[in-house]
């Protein structure tokens, strides 16, 4: 008989964020070693859940059998400490942490402190938690009482592709992210505005649906800045692949990424790379693949993208250092062995 487990996960699983990327290869890469992956959808609002919607889930929690083997993706898993502890004993419940759900950036005090409570409960009720990176299992350890052995890091994957085909006459600049304060794309504009004189084009691809209102903002800006005719925001593209492609140069300046899946692809596409010291970009990004500054500082950000743009042969060694780097990332398959081989220690 091949192991089971349930996979809880909040909202639409097929939303086009790095998170939901993730959740979808690991399920397909798991049935494909052999698992049987029953999918539980905890319903919308995560993590910030109507009382119905979480009453729901708690429920859905509730009625699965006795030693169920269950892992929850962490953007509902860390409001539901509740049913959690209820369930400890009966459920062999697994958490999968993309990044702690107090460290979004533009949260209210008060809701930052209720989430890390919340999470910190929930998370002390897991037999085993997951982790995207090893910058979020230090951040588990020293700010959430998980012990190392209590955590497994599970990289994102990638799949190996041609390097794009740079050289543009005018550098072609790709963002990719979620319109959301996480992302810093306010950060990026700001930025792009230091170098206008340098000639370059911008496209920014990421859903606008999650945050209406900072989609707003954004375009807002754009138009303040006079930089219409230069960046496009693209909304959400299915072949993001086809994008990095058609790139010179990836820059994005999250606040904080617990893992940061696109620096990841930009590398596999042999992108330099412009981004912020922030979670665990610094352990995604090699030195030589591209330009790490300090978050929220569009002059710093400015003057690394200056340096990129103005001297070919530097982006040419970044370029030459991030597919490198890209070839040294496990596949989808591969991560997915990591997390197979620690779930059968529990199935």
Sequence with gaps: MSPSLVF????????????????RHIVSELRSAGWTV??????????????????????????????????????????????????????????LVHHPLALETGLDPADRVRLE???????TCTR??????????????SSYGLTSSHITVVLP????VQPAQRGSNVPHIVSVGSLTPRKGHDV???????????PWRATIVGSEKLEPSTTRTLRALVKELDLEDRVVLAGEIDDVGEVFAAADLFALASRYEGYGMVFAEALAHGLPVIACRAGAVPDVVPAGAGRLVPPDDPAAFGTALREVLQDNDLADEMAKAAYAAGKQLPTWAQSASVLSDRLKDFA
């Design 38 to 95: 029953n999918m539980m959808p905890l319903g919308p609002g995560f993590p910030y859940p109507r009382e119905r919607d979480l009453r729901n889930a708690e429920s859905l929690i509730a009625a699965l059998p006795d030693e169920t083997v269950l892992l929850v993706d962490g953007l509902a898993y860390g409001v539901l400490h509740e049913v959690a502890e209820r369930e400890r004993e009966r459920l062999r419940i697994l958490a």
């Design 8 to 23: 809880a996960y909040p909202g639409d699983l097929m939303t086009k964020t790095g998170g939901y990327a993730y959740d």
């Design 128 to 141: 085993h938690v997951f982790v995207t990176s090893p910058a979020t299992a230090k951040t588990l350890e």
């Design 188 to 198: 990026l504009l700001r930025a792009l505005d230091t170098v206008r004189e340098l």
């Design 157 to 160: 994957g990638t799949e190996p």
């Design 117 to 123: 409570v919340s999470e910190r409960l929930a998370l």
